[in-house]
C-alpha cells in the first residue's frame, strides 16, 4: 500500500540524548514534512524539504536537525539542544496536487 | 491576534445530530483551505479542500468558505460515533507546493455519542 511510515510509534529518551525519528514515503512524492504537534498547540512545522539533498527551518527548527540523502527518506534528529522535546511528531508528504499525507505520528517522551 | 483561531472544545453531540466546527483566520492573503480529521493518536487525514469562497459537500460533509468574513465551516450531517475525533482546519496563500505555508488551527475535540 502506498503511503508514509514513521517509527518506531513510541520512544522514550534520557535527558541529553540524541534521537532519530525515521519517516520514509512511497507516494513519489517530492515534498516532504516535520510537525510538531501539543495539546492545546495545533501542528507546527519543524523542517521541510521540497527537493532531494535540500531542506528548509520550519517555524520551529531550534534543537531539530533533518537531512533528505534520498526522495523516499526524511529523518528528524531530536538534539540534547531541544529543550523540551516530548510531543507527538508527525511526518507528511506531499506532491503535485498540493494534498498533505500525513503518517501515523511518533510519540517522544523524555524521562 | 492569531492567524486561525478554532474554538478547541471539546463538543459533546448525540448521534444523528448536525455539527457545525469553525475557524476565523485573519490573514486575507489565505485562498486555500482544509479540513482534516484526527482520531486519537493517529495522523491526520485530509477531509475537504475547498478553493475561495463557496460551499463544497461530500456525502454527509460539506465545507462553506466565506472570505468576506474571514470564516471557515465544516458541517457534518446525520453524525455517527465514528465520527468522534478531532477536526483540524488549515489554509494556505498558494496552490500546489506550497504546503510550507499552511497554517492549522488547533483543532477541535468532537465526541459522538450513541
Known amino acids: 500500500d502506498g503511503g508514509i511510515t514513521q517509527s518506531p510509534k513510541y520512544l522514550f529518551r534520557k535527558e541529553g540524548q540524541n534521537v532519530t525519528l525515521s519517516c520514509e514515503q512511497n507516494?513519489?512524492?517530492?515534498?516532504m514534512y516535520w510537525y510538531r504537534q501539543d495539546p492545546g498547540q495545533g501542528l507546527r512545522l519543524i523542517y521541510y524539504?521540497?527537493?532531494?539533498?535540500?531542506?528548509q527551518k520550519g517555524d520551529i527548527a531550534e534543537g531539530y536537525s533533518v537531512s533528505r540523502e534520498k526522495k523516499e527518506s526524511f529523518p528528524l534528529t531530536v538534539t540534547s539542544a531541544q529543550k523540551n522535546p516530548t510531543a507527538f511528531y508527525l511526518c507528511a508528504s506531499s506532491g503535485d496536487t498540493g494534498e498533505l499525507f500525513f503518517g501515523e505520528g511518533s510519540r517522544l517522551t523524555v524521562l | 491576534q492569531k492567524e486561525v483561531e478554532q474554538d478547541p472544545g471539546p463538543l459533546s453531540v448525540p448521534e444523528g445530530a448536525i455539527v457545525s466546527l469553525n475557524c476565523t483566520y485573519s490573514?486575507?492573503?489565505?485562498?486555500?483551505f482544509m479540513w482534516y480529521r484526527q482520531y486519537s493518536r493517529k495522523g491526520p487525514e485530509l477531509l475537504m479542500y475547498t478553493y475561495s469562497s463557496g460551499n463544497k459537500e461530500d456525502g454527509r460533509f460539506t465545507a462553506q468558505v466565506d472570505k468576506s468574513s474571514k470564516y471557515i465551516s465544516l458541517f457534518i450531517r446525520d453524525s455517527q460515533p465514528s465520527d468522534s475525533a478531532t477536526y483540524l482546519c488549515a489554509m494556505k496563500p498558494h496552490s500546489g507546493g506550497s504546503n510550507y505555508k499552511l497554517t492549522f488551527g488547533k483543532g477541535t475535540l468532537l465526541t459522538v455519542n450513541p
Open positions: 490573514n486575507s492573503a489565505f485562498q486555500y
Open positions: 524539504s521540497q527537493i532531494v539533498n535540500d531542506f
Open positions: 507516494l513519489n512524492h517530492d515534498a
